[in-house]
Nanobody, 127 residues
């Protein structure tokens, strides 16, 4: 399974970005997908997760309604629309695929349940 994340860049506070993640695997539609982020010296943290059919989505508290996760199971894509970006959103953003099919609750937020990761895409928000 290969995941490729892209769409990061340098933006100003208040701007928007849309991150995309392309998955190579054919059973994409049976797995929860997540977006995580990491800054140097800190652990990778959940940003948002979406279950296999897109019916359930969860967000970190810091998102505060600014981000939207979505997926396209026809084209094996997952997206993160980020609006009203803040300087504290600056991080490397990773997409991840859960390790177990049809699994979401109580595991979606924890990196140890994700088996595959994209290479990360850097988001820099200037003030």
């Amino acid at each position: 399974v290969q995941l490729q994340a892209y769409g990061g860049g340098l933006v100003q506070a208040g701007d928007s970005l849309r991150l995309s993640c392309a998955a190579s695997e054919g059973t994409f539609d049976t797995y929860t997908m997540g977006w995580f982020r990491q800054v140097p010296g800190k652990e990778r943290e959940i940003v948002a997760a979406i279950n296999w059919n897109g019916g359930t989505k969860k967000y970190a508290d810091f998102v505060e309604g600014r981000f939207t996760i979505s997926r396209d199971n026809v084209n094996n894509m997952v997206y993160l629309q980020m609006n009203s970006l803040k300087p504290e959103d600056t991080a490397v953003y990773y997409c991840g695929r859960h390790g177990r099919p049809y699994t979401f609750s109580s595991t979606y937020y924890n990196t140890r349940y994700y088996s595959y990761w994209g290479q990360g895409t850097l988001v820099t928000v200037s003030s």
